[in-house]
């Protein structure tokens, strides 16, 4: 054992993989001599990258990368199946497990190739002990101009730890001498220093593959290192941002940054992007020359943050902030969401583009084009941003309007002029009004004041029963309102609904039959 190296502990499951996998390397070997079959070395089996990361830091991992010295992981994949299905070499691995999970063995039979995007790199995945295992060849990788996806060849172990990423993710477990190996020489003192670096030059490292950038990044917010001068500095070249744009799809660079936003630390993750001055790169604009307004940026995650975490401002501060977020954002999702109208803040506030499009449709607001166009970005993402964007101010206007009294009408009808504007926000206007608070936030007005604001605005929906008020259905449905009124169904169906849903909101309390009655007193304006 290498003393000067930190021992690696593995669990019980982990330690009987092991002995699985060095017995199938021995099945393999004395295959190989039976056959007379010299020219394939014994071979040597390591388990490498995020799995000894996570264990040096103590971290559980249920995936588990073996990289293997002489075969692609297809061909011991293969092996591996054949070897296991002889019953008795089974049985003896179950009976090193504990009873509870002697039946934790599972989709052995389903070792697939996964050839990704190069042909040359053949994988296999598959599931043992309840782990997922990925089985692939020690390799050394050659980069083309336009393309991110490499050449594969088999490589040493030494030339498999310098592709990788980051020196704390070449870090590598030998099964064959149960010890750990730092081949980079770098991977240890890095972590033990809290430090992100490519284990071979940054420049040529990132222009070889540019997604690394926001991998390094995602890394760096996930475990709260800082990234290395040279390779930060490699990270702001023009060049690498051209390449970003140029050879990674937008899919992965959207992954790349959805997997940030739900990490652990996700307004670290945009103070590196903000620092590096990557956001015109990652969040570009694909249809003019206009750009986003960066300058306050910083002070809207930073907003969010504090929102969330509330640890700011003394003892009142924190209580209606705690108050007022338990109602914004009560739970994972919603808190991701927000992340995402944070990240896309700097858009949201840039007029959308004059005219019509080619179906003779306005164009989408700013920040739904840029992340559909940059990161091809989901469904409900792309809705948020839109109904945020749109509604911000609006949002903005009424909560002021109503903390100055210069909403007109009687409390009833305050309360239905509220309620009716909350239904135009959307089902998740309470996002939007997130926005709008970062956005008063990054114009230059204070975060308690903001917060006290938004808390009154918020105690106001919510003592009026609004809260819900997107859900609110009416009391009557069509066929009963078609039958009341002796008239088939046609267009004047939408405007009876919202004469109802306006009614309901004015009067909490209505029955169905005054409903009916109203609409009856009101014939004429449905046109009947």
């Known amino acids: 054992m ?3 190296h ?15 996998l060095l017995d199938v390397a021995q099945y393999i070997h004395e295959k190989d001599q039976k056959n007379n079959d010299f020219d ?51 049985d003896k691995y179950k009976q090193a497990l504990p009873d509870g999970q002697r039946d934790a063995i599972v989709s052995l039979h389903k070792i697939e190739a996964n050839p990704e995007k190069s042909k040359h790199l053949e994988t296999v995945t598959t599931k043992i002990f309840g782990m997922d295992i990925d089985l692939v060849n020690l390799r050394k990788e050659t980069y083309t101009e336009d393309s991110r996806n490499p050449q594969m060849e088999f490589g040493t172990a030494v030339e498999d730890a310098l592709r990788r990423d980051a020196t704390i993710n070449a870090l590598f477990y030998n ?26 030059d940054p420049y040529q490292t990132f222009k070889d593959d540019p997604l690394r950038v926001l991998r390094l990044i995602r890394f760096a917010s996930r475990l709260g290192y800082q990234i290395e001068a040279g390779t930060e500095t490699a990270m702001q070249n023009e060049d690498i941002g051209i390449a970003l744009k140029l050879k990674i799809s937008k899919e992965r660079v959207w992954a790349e940054l959805d997997k940030m936003l739900r990490g652990p630390d996700p307004c670290s993750a945009l103070q590196f992007i903000d620092r590096l001055g990557l956001y015109p790169t990652i969040f570009a604009n694909h249809q003019d020359e206009v750009l986003a307004d960066t300058s306050t940026w910083s002070i809207g995650y930073n907003a969010l943050a504090r929102f969330l975490h509330s640890t700011e401002g003394g003892e009142e501060v924190q ?30 506030s840039v007029p959308k583009r004059e005219g019509l499009d080619r179906k003779n449709r306005s164009f989408p607001e700013r920040a739904v084009e840029v992340a559909r166009e940059s990161l091809r970005s989901d469904n409900k993402t792309l809705t948020l941003l839109r109904d945020g964007a749109a509604h911000y101010k609006d949002i903005i206007k009424w909560k002021s309007d109503l903390l100055a009294n210069k909403i007109k009408g009687t409390p009833a009808e305050i309360r239905q002029k509220v309620g009716l504007q909350i239904r135009t926000w959307s089902k998740d206007w309470k996002l939007c009004v997130v926005l709008a608070m970062l956005q008063e936030v990054m114009q230059g007005r204070d975060f308690a004041a903001v917060i006290r604001e938004y808390d009154q605005f918020l105690a106001y ?10 859900e ?3 009391v009557v449905n069509g066929g009963e309102i078609m039958k009341s009124l002796g008239a088939k169904n046609g267009p004047w169906m939408s405007k009876a609904t919202t004469m109802v849903l306006e009614w309901q909101l004015l009067n909490p309390d209505t029955t169905q039959e005054t409903v009916l009655q109203q609409l009856a007193g009101r014939r004429a304006e449905l046109g009947l």
Not at 175 to 200: A, C, F, Q, Y
Not at 461 to 470: A, F, M, N, P, R
């Open 2 to 4: 290498d003393q000067t």
């Open 472 to 474: 609110l259905r009416p």
């Open 319 to 348: 209580l209606v902030t705690d108050r007022l977020r338990q109602i914004l954002l009560r739970d994972v999702t919603s808190t991701y969401y927000a992340w995402i109208i944070a990240t896309f803040a700097p858009w949201c």
């Open 40 to 90: 394939r070395s014994k071979t040597v089996l390591r388990f490498t990258g995020g799995w000894v990361r996570d264990k040096l830091l103590g971290v559980d991992s249920h995936d588990i990368d073996v990289g293997i010295s002489n075969m692609t992981g297809y061909q011991f994949g293969k092996l591996l199946k054949e070897y296991l299905d002889k019953s008795k070499n089974l």
């Open 6 to 20: 930190p021992a690696i502990h593995l669990t019980l499951i982990e330690s009987t993989l092991r002995t699985l």
């Open 461 to 470: 929906i919510i003592e009026q029963d609004l809260e819900g008020v997107c």
């Open 175 to 200: 099964l064959n001498e149960s010890r750990l190996e730092d081949l980079t020489e770098r991977g240890l003192e890095d972590m033990k220093k809290r430090i992100i670096r490519t284990p071979m």
